[in-house]
């Protein structure tokens, strides 16, 4: 048969018991609400669950994908760093040179058109004798130097 006791109301023992209820209660809703795992802990936690070879498996595959990367890198820099350097020292001086040409040849149009726009007669009419109507003058044909 079953026993029953009745336990005096002490003021102090349900003061402590009310107060260890609350510690552990606490605790235990303080633990879940309170402490957030981190995604670094949640990947630590992988370690576990993942094979030992898987990782090294893992592990090697990202070593080697990652140095490919970084020769990837160097490679392509190495490779702008010609072809830039190259553009500077071989068309640069081209496009300057033919840029400069092209004032030369700007300057000897204007140059021809000042002299062809001066006659001898300040009132513009052509010069020659009266009775005769005047030919146009045909300008000599500008030849560029080796042809």
Known sequence: MVKLEEVPDDHESTDDE??????ASSVS??????????????I???RDIIPEDTRESISNNV???ISFGAKTARFLGNTFWVLTT??????MPLALEIERENSII??????KAMMGGQSGNPYGQPSGPPGQPSQPQQQPRLIPPGF
């Open 18 to 23: 009310s107060s260890d209820n609350e510690s």
């Open 29 to 42: 809703s303080g633990s879940s609400s309170d402490y957030e795992e981190s995604v670094f802990e949640r």
């Open 44 to 46: 630590l936690a992988l």
């Open 63 to 65: 070593s080697t994908l």
């Open 86 to 91: 190259t553009a500077l020292i071989l068309v």
């Open 106 to 111: 700007q300057m000897e149009n204007e140059q």
